[in-house]
């Protein structure tokens, strides 16, 4: 069973090969700079994403982020290198979504509060989780 959803205006797309319920949570602070609060998303590296209004922005060093031209709706985002892809929980209808993990859990300002997920990473977590990945595709790319 597939799953679709769309930005604020619908000129964007997303098509997911299956069903995905795991809402992953992002506390960073580029994140929340991002959506103004914690970054809510679908890990489906395999989604299918289109539209002529989808407009990506290399946001940092490693990883580039998605949005929609026409209604600025958060799409997507992914490393440069790798097949890692996040999509914005918000374009799907919200029956069945639960809460899986948070990452950045240490970053989370004392401003907003919610249900601890599951999983909890740190930014040390993550960092020991991501350098290794980063490194290897980019000696790989060489």
């Given amino acids: 069973m597939t799953m679709r959803g769309s930005c604020l205006c619908g000129s964007v797309t997303v098509t997911l090969p299956r069903d995905e319920k795991g809402v992953n949570v992002c506390h960073c602070a580029m994140c929340r700079k991002w959506c103004s609060g914690p970054w809510m998303a679908l890990q489906v590296p395999d989604a299918e994403i289109s539209g002529d209004t989808l407009k990506v922005f290399k946001s940092s060093g490693f990883a580039e982020r998605g949005f929609c031209e026409a209604c600025g709706s958060n799409i997507f985002h992914r490393p440069q290198l790798g097949p890692e892809l996040a999509v914005s929980a918000g374009l799907f ?15 989370k300002p004392d401003f907003y509060d919610m249900t601890p997920a599951p999983i909890r990473k ?18 790989a790319k060489k």
């Fill in 122 to 139: 740190s930014s040390i977590r993550m960092a020991l989780e991501w350098i290794p990945k980063l490194a290897w595709r980019v000696f």
């Fill in 93 to 107: 209808g919200e029956e069945g979504l639960e809460l899986a993990s948070e990452i950045f859990s240490d970053r």
